[in-house]
């Protein structure tokens, strides 16, 4: 059986392909051999020639990346989510590192999923975060082509609003703002304006336009998010949610409680 195995995933290799399902080598061996066919996986893993990173999902490890034990997640994520049938988009950290916002690729891998909530994905040298967005289907995306293909990825403009959404989730408004401020090099007022409808907290973009027009020291692009809450009625809202807002001035132009000094590395 183990020999067996391991012609299998040459095989799979030659067709261009770095991953394979459980149900795919049931399906090529006797069911009835699970007990030999989960040994020769197990073994196979411990030698760390294949990984489980998801139930019935396993990646292939070509000796280039034996070293690092893991392959980069942008070559199996979308093979993965294709196989759990559900839609997905790479945002946060991981697309501002691909749009070029962030020097060093981060160490934990972001996707943004739609209910129910999945697990996050630890292994030795990877971490992917599963996080849940409500209104998924109408996020603004591209997609990207690697190696293996392509992956879905947020633009630049769904990336900076996806960032103060999800700030808790990144490291907060300090690394936010950071990325956002290097982002802007690359938004468009067009697709930014398209953006902006699909974002279901006005807070949120309260806390974004305040940002972008005193920390990054973009009006251009605060003012179209001030053309687009002109009409809405807002409520104040704490630039920290967690830090206390009494005794605190508030920017009457966002209705912002300016209750946090955002401190960036530009």
Known sequence: ??????DFIKEVQVDGKLYFTLDEVRKRFNANYKSALKFSLNRLVNKTKILSVYKG??????PEYSRLKILPPELFIDALFKYLNRPYYVGLLSAAFYHGASHQQPQEYFVLIDKPAMRSTQEEGLKINYVVKSNLGKSKIENKKNSAGYIKISTPEQTAVDLICFQNRIGGLNRAATIIYELTET?????FKDVLPNCRSNAA???LGYILENVVGNNNLAEIVGNFLSNKKLFRVPLKSSASKEGVAVNPKWKVIENFKIDTDF
């Open 187 to 191: 938004m468009e007022v067009k697709r």
């Open 1 to 6: 059986m183990k020999n067996y195995i391991e």
């Open 57 to 62: 999902f396993y990646v292939i490890i070509p």
């Open 205 to 207: 973009l309260q806390r």
